[in-house]
T-cell receptor, first 114, second 108 residues
Framework: NAGVTQTPKFRVLKTGQSMTLLCAQD?????MYWYRQDPGMGLRLIHY???????AKGEVPDGYNVSRLKKQNFLLGLESAAPSQTSVYFC?????????????FGPGTRLTVT | GQSLEQPSEVTAVEGAIVQINCTYQ??????LSWYQQHDGGAPTFLSY????GLEETGRFSSFLSRSDSYGYLLLQELQMKDSASYFC?????????FGKGTRLHILP
């Protein structure tokens, strides 16, 4: 039981390049989330999904796209990277039950855009 | 609108008790979660309060007052490993909102 895994762990991009971050969970969770964390800013929700085939915008969705083709995977895409997207990206998953808001986080992806 | 306030930093002595307060204004509020994050690590879930009152989990307790839109995290018998950032996170709809977090410094 690996929990939530993220690929890659580190990446350096040049401005204008594209990339996809992969999040995978083996807990059969319905809900998955992508956050970014910048120094002193806490975690900000980019996009989320409440089930396979669904996606929704979070607080800071501009410049990102997502897909949830399989229940266990949630992909975050950057079409044209910008220096402002330098950040640590965390993926999380949860059961989606309102009785608990416990989210399980992956280890993070550290992205630098030069 | 939405607002979330918690102190940016708190300092306490090893073995002591510390309380981290959180006030929120969240439409569609469901409950209040707390997360811990060590430097370089991922956030980890600590507790969740859906109802008013105190929830206790070992050395950690969390309190919620829905009428006051207020909660706190209480850490007892502080250990050096408790040095971390702590986030209060009100839940609404299908997601939770993270604050900027409180950095807890522990002195030996």
């Amino acid at each position: 039981n690996a929990g939530v895994t993220q690929t890659p762990k580190f990446r350096v991009l040049k401005t204008g390049q594209s990339m996809t971050l992969l999040c995978a969970q083996d807990m059969n969770h319905e809900y998955m989330y992508w956050y970014r964390q910048d120094p002193g800013m806490g975690l900000r929700l980019i996009h989320y999904s409440v089930g396979e085939g669904t996606t929704a915008k979070g607080e800071v969705p501009d410049g990102y796209n997502v897909s949830r083709l399989k229940k266990q995977n949630f992909l975050l895409g950057l079409e044209s990277a910008a220096p402002s997207q330098t950040s640590v990206y965390f993926c999380a998953s949860s059961t989606g039950l309102a009785t608990t808001y416990e989210q399980y986080f992956g280890p993070g992806t550290r992205l630098t855009v030069t | 609108g939405q607002s979330l306030e918690q102190p940016s930093e708190v300092t306490a002595v090893e073995g002591a008790i510390v309380q981290i307060n959180c006030t929120y204004q969240t439409s569609g509020f469901y409950g209040l979660s707390w997360y811990q994050q060590h430097d370089g690590g991922a956030p980890t879930f600590l507790s969740y309060n859906a109802l008013d009152g105190l929830e206790e989990t070992g050395r950690f307790s969390s309190f919620l007052s829905r009428s006051d839109s207020y909660g706190y995290l209480l850490l007892q018998e502080l250990q050096m490993k408790d040095s971390a950032s702590y986030f209060c996170a009100p839940g609404r709809d299908d997601k939770i909102i993270f604050g900027k977090g409180t950095r807890l410094h522990i002195l030996p």
